[in-house]
């Protein structure tokens, strides 16, 4: 059963002795934070408390806690299922955090992203309260393709597009136990709209705003005309008035090609109408969005999601 956002998870340390206190948080954290190794430490008091809530593929970790420190290595990278964006927005306190060449600290009221398939290390030098993000990489990327190339810039909360971003995620953190299950897609759609409004204008020392104007045309383009089977970079090229080379370079340039991009944007759609029209077969449904096989369409649709489109219908 896929966990609704109303299912949520809240833990403290202040329910153990002091001698389990610690060890309890070091499992806790590889089990809402992906893995990570803490050292261990000397036996004694250690404060620390924790909400957990799924929504969709998204999770969500409202946490606080006493100093300590940590490291994602090629180890825990390997028993993570599925790459990951973390989206870490700081309370109170301050994170030291070393990933990609970059060393930052984020103060309270900054937040950053950062990438569950490459090493990692934080530190928590003062108490710490924080909201952590968990996200698909291909969610954000279908949105941005270059964001695996923002990772690891502290951007500032408090004011401007950031602002927007930290206001929802502390009202989705306090009051997401509360919304309905049937909520959670619009509403992770609505966070993925913020989180990309507001580390977006960090591209623009990776690429001029001509070539993202292009691509954001190109994306356009591409999400009206997902039910034609024609859809691809020759059309789009023709259409908009640019060469094919020029389009193939524009997505290369944010990691995928455009051809993958539409595959991922068709299997999204095919997913959500699979929920909203339950009366529609499933070969309806893919042809509709550009699959001309019913058979290549499941494979790839349980290669994405991890479940047969049958089965991802029936489950609640």
């Not at 409202?62 to 993570?80: K, L, M, N, T, Y």
């Not at 059309?235 to 090609?257: D, K, Y």
């Not at 029209?277 to 499933?282: D, V």
């Amino acid at each position: 059963m896929q966990p609704g956002i109303q299912e949520s998870m809240i833990q403290s340390t202040s329910v153990l002795p002091p001698a389990r206190q610690y060890d309890w948080w070091r499992e806790a954290v590889s089990d809402t934070h992906l893995g990570w190794d803490l050292p261990r430490r000397d036996a004694g008091d250690f404060r620390a408390r924790f909400r957990h809530q799924d929504f969709g593929r998204a999770q969500i970790v409202h946490c606080a806690c006493d100093p300590c420190h940590g490291r994602r290595g090629r180890h825990e990278i390997g028993q993570s299922h599925e790459p990951s964006f973390g989206l870490l927005y700081i309370l109170k306190g301050r994170e030291s955090l070393n990933q990609a060449g970059r060393e930052i600290v984020l103060e309270a009221g900054s937040f950053t992203l950062w990438d569950s398939t490459r090493p990692i290390e934080f530190g928590l030098p003062d108490e710490l309260e924080k909201i952590t993000l968990l996200v698909p990489q291909e969610a954000v990327t279908d949105l941005l393709p270059m964001a695996a190339d923002l990772v690891m810039r502290p951007i500032s909360g408090r004011r401007g597009r950031g602002a927007l971003l930290t206001t929802h995620l502390r009202a989705l953190a306090r009051e997401g136990a509360a919304l309905p299950a049937g909520l959670q897609a619009p509403v992770l759609r609505a966070t993925l709209d913020l989180l990309v409004a507001a580390i977006e204008p960090e591209a623009e020392s990776g690429e001029g705003a001509y070539q993202r104007a292009l691509r954001a045309r190109i994306q356009d383009f591409v999400l009206a005309r997902l039910n034609d089977p024609a859809l691809g970079p020759e059309l789009v090229a023709a259409s908009l008035g640019l060469s094919a080379r020029q389009v193939h370079r524009l997505f290369n340039a944010g990691g995928i090609t455009l051809d993958r991009w539409i595959w991922r944007q068709r299997l999204q759609r095919c997913r959500d109408e699979l929920k909203a029209r339950p009366h529609a077969s499933i070969s309806e449904i893919a042809y509709q969005w550009g699959f001309s096989d019913s058979a290549h369409f499941s494979r790839a649709f349980k290669a994405a999601f991890g479940l047969s489109p049958r089965a991802f219908r029936k489950d609640p």
